[in-house]
Nanobody
Framework: QVLLVESGGGSVQAGGSLRLSCAASGSTYSINCMGWFRQAPGKEREGVAA????????YYADSVKGRFTISRDSAENTVYLQMNSLKPEDTAMYYC??????????????WGQGTQVTVSS
């Protein structure tokens, strides 16, 4: 069993930055991809960024390319989401997720509890 715990959310003004962290514990050996999703009120959950735990290609939603960066610390089983130039439309609950079957967005089956990000104009 894998447990994901997010931290780092909060409130920031437009143009500001936040860094989300996600610590994985438990049977992490089976995970080969970690990612971040978000869901705003009244909207569907969307994939924001994902990265293979062993390195290699990364995925970013078009809406965050050039502003968000996903990174990982394999030794600490932690994945980060650096969010710069935040916009009010980035306001959402952000979820860390893990997959044992690659980085296709529908493969993520392990979820954290979420951390709220609020961007004011």
């Amino acid at each position: 069993q894998v447990l994901l715990v997010e931290s780092g959310g909060g409130s920031v003004q437009a143009g500001g930055s936040l860094r989300l962290s996600c610590a994985a514990s438990g049977s992490t050996y089976s995970i080969n991809c970690m990612g971040w999703f978000r869901q705003a009120p009244g909207k569907e959950r969307e994939g924001v960024a994902a990265a293979f735990t062993g390195g290699g290609s990364t995925y970013y939603a078009d809406s965050v390319k050039g502003r968000f960066t996903i990174s990982r610390d394999s030794a600490e089983n932690t994945v980060y989401l650096q969010m710069n130039s935040l916009k009010p439309e980035d306001t959402a609950m952000y979820y860390c997720a893990a997959s044992t079957m690659g980085c296709a967005l529908h493969r993520f089956a392990i979820w954290g509890q979420g951390t709220q990000v609020t961007v004011s104009s």
